[in-house]
């Protein structure tokens, strides 16, 4: 959506004077909210679905398949929005993203493993119905409550393949089947948009569009983790460098509020 | 005939009693001597309804309301739009309904008053005084005979809009009332858009908004000013005036969110009810817009 120069001032003096005024009132470190379920897809080994008050919805579905150790990545995620072709860029820097971020988490590479030879691939197949922010933060937090309800499907062959040839074998009982997170906790994203020295959490569109740029910051079993990265936010106006110093508030700001964000969407 | 004519208004009659609501495919009636309006299709001689609604009967005409759906211009209707397009001496005005409306070049107040010829000039510079994304309002002048709607803002009421925030609401939610534009506490005029887009601003002792009886006495004023009914600077804002704006989106949305109509005395009421949540982003919370908009409901 295009905005007019007296709306995107209004925006920035707004959000550039201390402490931040958001068009909506929040709290910098305040998240709009959400509602999950999860569990609901059928034929998958987990799945989420997300709904913010904006009515962007996001769905992901966790489906897993035994391969050969040799075969390459062991998480394969897929983004689609609905309304935007297969070689556009926003879905695919989306899957990627969540593959960098899911790729740097050992435990979850771990959970995977079944033995020398063989491993579990999970694919996460996400599909965002409808946004109008950024859908990273929304994305993520799907992926999140997908990876906490994912359940994998008991062994019941040896573990250790490495004398004898053996195709894995698994439990028919889908209620012996095991969940995969265990004793950690998925990485979530958080997305927070620079505007000033101000940093602000879960920014709208529209603060987006008048901000220097965007961090994503990753949150995993209660700190902060790999990767931290700047995020193309596209047209923006004010696109341009930052204060070093607001990469601290950023970090503080995450630290104060990831946890809330957490609770807030598991219950 | 005649008998057989009250029998068939009180087959209608007993759908209208029924619910008043009909959903896309229900029978409306099986009758032929009921003429089809909006809303409805008919299939071997049976009228059906074509949209969520409700029914309504003027003599022999039945149509249905829907009670959701983009907004369908009626003139004289006060809008809020925003440019999407500049063209051949028109610009193209996004105002939510199901075609953009059309406002032409001779249609708008231009600087060096109102009764100004159009010159080629004006027109090389028409990106000066609205340009895409531009938020205005204006009222419905003509509607074309596809439903699209011509624009004017032929007075001091209308224009381009600054100092403010853009809201946009269900038009359905609307409410029609004698005037749109509203000043509210705390220094905030909100112009209430009949297609649901809402703008709340800064109350300015300039807004002509506010004044409406001023119109003709204000025209050496407007000359005077010349460029300034286009600027694009927003004049100061305190933090204050900042906050209570957001607020009055916050109760808008609330209001929304419990799918009540919008009018000025709900949103003075459900902002009444806000201001126990002195921390007004609370307010995005579900049940607190719940509870908010019960509380104001049940004071009116």
Redesign the interface.
Known sequence: M??????L??LR??LI?SPP???????PG?F??VESEVDWLPFTNGSARVRA?DGSECIVGIKTKVVARSEGSLIEPSVDITGYKDNDPLPNSLAEALRHTLNACPELTAQLILTEKYAFRLYVDCVVLSFTSHPLSLLSLAVFRALKSTRLPQLISSRDDTLVDEIPQFNDDWDAAQPICTKWSPPLVLLLAIVGDNVLLDPTDAELEVAETALCITWKNNAIAAPIKNVDIGSGKNVGGYNPKVLLDAYDLVQSCAAQVVSMIVS | MSSSDSENESDVEMILEKAGLVTPGEMITDDTIWMRGHGTYAADNVTYSAVAGTIERVNKLLSVRPLRGRYIPVIGDHVVG?I?EVGNRRWKVDIGASQDAVLMLGSVNLPGGILRRKSDDDELQMREFLK????LNAEIQTLYADGAAALHTRSLRYGK??????VQVPASLVLRLRTQVYRLEGGIEMILGINGYIWIRKATSTNANAAPMDVSINRLEQESNSMEIYK???DP?P?ST??TI??Y??CI?ALV?NEVGINEARLRAVYEASVVYT???E????TVKTDIVKQAMATL
Do not use: H, M, W
């Not at chain 2, 809009?161 to 853009?166: A, K, Y």
């Open positions: 295009k905005f007019s120069v007296s709306e001032s209004y003096s707004s004077s005024l958001r068009p909506d009132c929040r709290k305040q709009r909210p008050a | 925003r999407t895409e994304g531009d938020l809009l600054r100092n403010g925030l853009f694009d600077e927003n804002i933090p900042r906050q957001s607020r989106a916050n949305q969110y921390d007004a982003g307010l995005l919370d579900n």
